[in-house]
């Protein structure tokens, strides 16, 4: 049952993002975007992540995904111009790339020449503190690894959040006369 | 579950793929940035596999953070995008060539 919901969210996955890169709206292809998001979130959800799929949804699924439409709907862009380039070279060229990455992936990871690991058991409530913190399902567990093992990057993360709060204050200033 | 680890990443690596396809294929600097978001998502399926696999934490934690970074590289990305479009008046990368003149 649960191999089923891989395969069927997997396919939701990677067929939402061609849609994405090959549709030429780009509103189409932000909602295609989102629903490619679910699906990963959905992915998550099956690998026992429920607090990475909620932060999944409403972060990107939600928060980013809005911004997108909102800039894509305030600058209106498709008007007149083309999506793709029409010179055929660098059509076939990207092309040519991702067909050379895809038949990389795909034999390196489905020939079954790799290691298999096998599923270790999930702990529902972690106890002692050993050098890794064990994989859990509960979101107590990221908030004693964010405070402890991982306290300098999370301090990090702030100022950097609060870089890019004034960073955008700044870029999207309007600039007075004379002065750009 | 009897899907493996290999599984995951083999879908990975295809959403990464997917990506670079749309940002080196798409002349829309707004659809080239959501192709970018689809790569650093797809990196992060990676690590949740790899975290749920090896029996550890960490990998989640690293997710955490790059929705972090990820969300603040949004919220500067679309500004210039938006700084961009009010100087020039397009976002299509074949207009932004104000380097090669």
Redesign the interface.
């Given at each position: 049952m649960?191999?089923l919901l891989?395969y069927v969210f997997?396919a939701i996955?990677?067929i939402a993002?061609?849609v994405?890169?090959l549709n030429p709206n780009?509103v189409s292809?932000?909602m295609a975007?989102i629903v490619?998001?679910v699906g990963?979130a959905a992915?998550?959800v099956?690998?026992?992540?429920y607090?990475?799929a909620i932060?999944?949804i409403l972060?990107?699924a939600g928060?980013?995904m809005v911004?997108?439409l909102f800039?894509?709907m305030?600058?209106d862009?498709?008007k007149s111009?083309?999506?793709?380039?029409s010179d055929k070279l660098t059509?076939l060229?990207?092309?040519v790339?991702?067909a050379l990455?895809?038949v990389l992936?795909?034999s390196?990871?489905?020939g079954?020449h790799?290691p298999?690991?096998?599923?270790?058991p999930v702990l529902e409530n972690p106890t002692g503190t050993a050098a890794?913190?064990?994989?859990?399902t509960s979101a107590k567990?990221?908030g004693y690894?964010?405070f402890t093992?991982?306290m300098l990057?999370f301090q990090v993360?702030g100022f950097?959040?609060l870089?890019?709060?004034i960073?955008?204050i700044v870029?999207?200033k309007k600039h007075e006369q004379g002065n750009s | 579950?009897?899907?493996?680890?290999?599984?995951?990443?083999?879908?990975a690596?295809?959403?990464?793929?997917?990506?670079?396809?749309?940002v080196?294929?798409?002349?829309?600097t707004?659809?080239i940035?959501?192709?970018l978001?689809?790569m650093l998502?797809a990196v992060?399926?990676a690590l949740?596999?790899f975290?749920?696999?090896?029996?550890?934490?960490?990998g989640?934690?690293f997710?955490?953070?790059i929705?972090?970074?990820?969300?603040?590289?949004?919220?500067?990305g679309?500004?210039?995008?938006?700084?961009l479009?009010r100087r020039r008046q397009?976002?299509?990368v074949?207009n932004l060539n104000a380097l090669s003149r």
């Open positions: 649960l191999d891989f997997s996955t990677l993002a061609l994405m890169v780009a292809g932000a975007m490619s998001f990963t992915l998550f099956l690998l026992e992540a607090f990475l932060l999944q972060v990107y928060a980013v911004l997108f800039i894509i305030l600058l862009v498709d111009e083309k999506a793709f380039p059509l060229g990207s092309f790339g991702f990455l895809a992936v795909a390196t990871f489905s079954g790799l298999e690991p096998t599923l270790l890794g913190i064990p994989f859990t567990s990221f690894s964010l093992k991982y990057p993360c950097l959040l870089a890019a709060m960073g955008v870029v999207s | 579950m009897s899907v493996g680890l290999n599984a995951f990443i083999l879908v690596g295809l959403l990464f793929a997917i990506g670079f396809l749309g080196i294929l798409r002349r829309n707004l659809v940035f959501m192709s978001e689809l998502n992060n399926l949740v596999a975290s749920r696999y090896n029996g550890t934490m960490d989640n934690l997710v955490f953070f929705i972090t970074v990820a969300a603040a590289e949004v919220a500067v679309l500004a210039i995008i938006v700084a479009f397009s976002v299509m074949d």
